[in-house]
């Protein structure tokens, strides 16, 4: 027997005498549990058995013992002011994990965390994945993390995220037609309730609203780019007055400049362009006729100046490349 063989010999002696698991020994020691096996085979030796679970459960605070549908025997302990559900025969290798507290007590132990941070855990949400939802106090608004895995800053900045593209949104839709008290931002790709005050909820698509001003279907309410003389023509009858713009857009990537027409302010209509910061070159109001054919005469020369920006937003396809600027300008001015 080699020297490093006895030495795995006495430790695995060592481990079984002092009431160990054939199991828990060799993965201390590093080696086979069939090799553990015939050690002991040879010192006759015998694991100690364990107590009896009913025993073992003296040494804790037990509030209640219950059945799973499965036929699981489990158990409520407490411990220093926390509760824990675990199986009744893990009671002997119990290390009083947080993941096996009790609904109650984790909202206390992660209150504990979260309140120098202006958060607070209201509900823990089981599913297949756990998670907890989680109050910030100085918005009202609420978000979901993993149970155990809450990042603090991802919470407050998705919380103020929220707060953002609410009001982009009430700001491109109006307040005049809808109630937003059910909507609740939860990113670009996932989708929420609108409430239109003559038909009802709808469910919006938060790029198509902020970006486009897509609102009731039933309504029929939408505040997309300019795209037709006859919808130019509806708006100003409804009292509204045309404005033609050339506005510079550019960020730490890109710079072009987009030509268009609104019948509100540019300033609104850069709400739907987040992606950039803008300059306004000129802008000139007139009669439908004048601006539709001055829109139409800029983007036919600027064409041989065409740019499609990176970002996803109605009226792209409207910008042209800073190269013609000095010609639409020129024309604009005319």
């Not at 149970?147 to 953002?164: A, F, P």
Request: glycine share 6%; net charge positive; with cysteine.
């Amino acid at each position: 027997m080699t020297e490093k063989q006895k030495i795995r010999q006495d430790a695995v002696i060592k481990l079984i005498k002092d009431g160990y698991s054939m199991n828990f020994t060799a993965k201390s020691v590093g080696c086979s549990v069939s090799t553990v096996r015939n050690i002991m085979r040879k010192f006759k030796l015998t694991p100690n058995k364990p107590k009896p679970v009913s025993e073992e459960l003296l040494k804790y605070n037990v509030i209640r013992k219950y059945s799973t549908d499965k036929g699981q025997e489990r158990v409520i302990i407490e411990k220093d002011g926390l509760t824990y559900d675990i199986l009744a025969y893990s009671i002997y290798k119990f290390n009083f994990s947080k993941r096996a507290l009790t609904d109650d007590s984790c909202l206390k132990v992660l209150n504990e965390d979260l309140a120098e941070h202006g958060l607070v855990a209201t509900e823990i949400i089981n599913g297949v994945y756990k998670k907890v939802k989680i109050k910030n106090i100085a918005t009202g608004v609420f978000t979901q993390e993993p149970i155990w895995n809450v990042n603090v800053k991802s919470v407050i900045n998705k919380t103020t995220k929220h707060l953002k593209y609410k009001a982009m949104l009430i700001d491109v839709l109006g307040e005049e037609k809808y109630d937003y008290s059910k909507t609740e931002y939860r990113g670009m790709k996932n989708k929420s309730t609108v409430t239109c005050k003559e038909h009802g909820d709808f469910e919006i698509d938060w790029g198509n609203s902020i970006w486009k001003g897509v609102g009731c279907p039933k309504c029929g309410n939408s505040l997309k780019g300019l795209n037709s003389k006859d919808k130019l023509v509806d708006m100003i009858r409804d009292g509204k007055t045309p404005t033609l713009y050339l506005v510079k857009l550019h960020n730490d990537d890109e710079s072009f400049f987009k030509i268009g027409i609104t019948t509100g302010t540019v300033e609104k209509r850069m709400l739907q362009i987040p992606y950039y910061k803008y300059e306004v070159v000129l802008t000139k109001t007139g009669t439908t006729e004048y601006t539709w054919s001055m829109e139409n005469e800029l983007k036919k020369i600027c064409k041989l100046f065409p740019y499609t920006p990176n970002k996803e937003f109605a009226g792209k396809t409207e910008c042209f490349s800073t190269g013609g600027l000095d010609l639409a300008l020129r024309i604009f001015k005319r």
